[in-house]
């Protein structure tokens, strides 16, 4: 699904220039759940940058199923984003005075498959669905809580129906439970095929995906596989220890 052939980035501010990528090489099969972590400075945000076409290498390649999207103009890139990559971030941008349904009907209106209204509300409803949020649809974010405004960004990244989910800390606004929901829906959303890619400074979350690779100063410092935790498993053991402490009278 994606593969990065010696990525380097550098940004420069006068005679200053700052090696923020030294030589990236990835590959990322199909259906992976990969989490990437590392301190401030570590590059990881380049990267992610990079790897949804939001910025281009300096140098190297990138192919995403199998196109080198690190020569395409910016009309070709912004296609790529609409189309291959669905994004979710911490602060969720949504529109604020508009629907939650409206928000994830967003992405089509600048979908070049022209689809009919009938069919955006369709889908947006059904990506609505998948997140467990069908009833909130009229609701406008200030309606909703901080889980379900992220529930909404996810259904809005899926509407187009992306080959890869792209999330740069999707918890870190988020309280633990509502963190493992969050969780819980990317673990589903990945056996059901969806290649997804998460930047996280959270170990306890990044436990939840299946491959962990840790970036410093530009470079792959660590990659190696991972026995996922099972976040259903997890908000189960949640709910049976909190019934505890209240059958106990602890507040």
Not at 53 to 58: E, I, N
Not at 66 to 84: A, H, P
Not at 136 to 144: M, Y
Not at 210 to 235: E, T
Request: glycine letters at 8%; hydrophobic letters at 40%; one cysteine or more.
């Amino acid at each position: 699904m994606i593969d990065l052939r010696k990525i380097t980035k550098t940004y420069r501010t006068g005679s200053l220039a700052v090696d923020a990528l030294r030589g990236i090489s990835l590959q990322v099969e199909a259906g992976a759940f990969t989490t990437i972590m590392g301190s401030s400075g570590s590059g990881k945000s380049t990267l992610m940058n990079i790897l949804g076409c939001l910025d281009k290498p300096g140098s190297g390649q990138y192919f995403l199923k199998g196109d080198d999207v690190s020569g395409f103009d910016k009309t070709r890139l912004s296609q790529v984003r609409n189309e291959t990559i669905g994004f979710v971030f911490q602060n969720f941008h949504l529109l604020p005075r508009t629907s939650a349904l409206e928000n994830v009907e967003l992405p089509l209106l600048y979908s070049r498959a022209k689809l009919s209204w009938k069919e955006m509300h369709k889908r947006a409803k059904e990506a609505l669905e998948i997140v467990g949020l069908a009833d909130r649809a009229d609701h406008t974010p200030n309606e909703l809580s901080g889980g379900q405004q992220q529930r909404v960004a996810i259904a809005r990244a899926l509407v187009t129906r992306p080959a890869v989910l792209l999330a740069d800390e999707p918890t870190g606004n988020l309280d633990s439970r509502t963190s493992l929901e969050i969780m819980e829906i990317f673990q589903r959303l990945n056996k059901q095929g969806l290649t997804i890619l998460m930047v996280s400074h959270e170990p306890d979350i990044a436990r939840f995906s299946r491959r962990i690779i840790i970036l410093r100063d530009g470079l792959i410092r660590s990659d190696k596989p991972n026995a996922p935790r099972d976040a259903v498993q997890v908000l189960a053991n949640w709910k049976d220890e909190t019934e505890l402490i209240e059958q106990d009278g602890v507040t």
